[in-house]
């Protein structure tokens, strides 16, 4: 059963161009939502996050947007560079949970020149 | 400030042998976690801890063991290796919503 689901295993995005990651989850109860960037070899690096209580918090060219009526959360990077090509994970955590993260499966980002 | 340190990089083991992967963070945080990774697959909470001495099973617990003696050591320990346990783990450390991680330990059983 998955609570934190996104659908896109990979994404290609023209260099310059708006890259739009997608993660949709179940669970109302999710308090709050991190986006974590992955290379290959090397451990997930936090991106960006956002609280239950907001719709949109940005952070130089990345942009989270939070739909809570429709389960539905988006990272936005405007413009996309070569250097955004990774895998970006989705994740959410519960309330009082003692910090325990439910993960997406994440989406290959791949930037082309 | 290292971070988070994990070892060894790579391992390779024969199916029924033992170990203990090595993590190490240095920013004082209380909370801690490992997980694994396989292809394709989102990570997955095996153990954590919220504090030294105190330990909690997470998602995926069976065939692993750990233990927290101090603030900045949480070792992860397999007993009997299986195939089923050939994954990337990563080990992580938080002080609130924010995990910090390791850059992972490639684990094969053949």
């Known amino acids: 059963d998955q609570q934190v689901k996104q659908n896109s295993p990979s994404l290609s995005v023209q260099e310059g161009r708006i890259s739009i990651l997608n993660c949709d989850y179940t669970?109302?109860?999710?308090?709050?939502f991190l986006w974590y960037k992955k290379y290959p070899a090397e451990g997930p690096t936090f991106l960006i996050s956002i609280s239950s209580i907001k719709d949109k918090n940005e952070d130089g060219r990345f942009t989270v947007f939070l739909n809570k009526s429709a389960k539905h959360l988006s990272l936005h990077i405007v413009p996309s560079q070569p250097g955004d090509s990774a895998v970006y994970f989705c994740?959410?955590?519960?309330?009082?949970?003692?910090?325990?993260?439910?993960w997406g499966a994440g989406t290959k980002l791949i930037i082309k020149p | 400030n290292a971070g988070v340190t994990q070892t060894p990089k790579f391992r390779i083991l024969k199916i029924g042998q033992s170990m203990t992967l090595q993590c190490t963070q240095d920013m004082n945080h209380n909370y801690m976690y490992w997980y694994r990774q396989d292809p394709g697959m989102g990570l997955k909470l095996i153990y954590y801890?919220?504090?030294?001495?105190?330990?909690d099973k997470g998602e995926v617990p069976n065939g692993y063991n750990v233990s927290r003696s101090t603030t900045e050591d949480f070792p992860l320990r397999l007993e009997l290796a299986a195939p089923s346990q050939t994954s990337v783990y990563f080990c992580a450390s938080s002080f609130h919503n924010e995990q910090f991680f390791g850059p992972g330990t490639r684990l094969t059983v053949l």
């Open positions: 669970n109302s109860m999710f308090d709050y």
């Open positions: 994740a959410a955590l519960p309330l009082d949970s003692n910090y325990q993260l439910i």
């Open positions: 801890s919220v504090g030294a001495g105190i330990t």
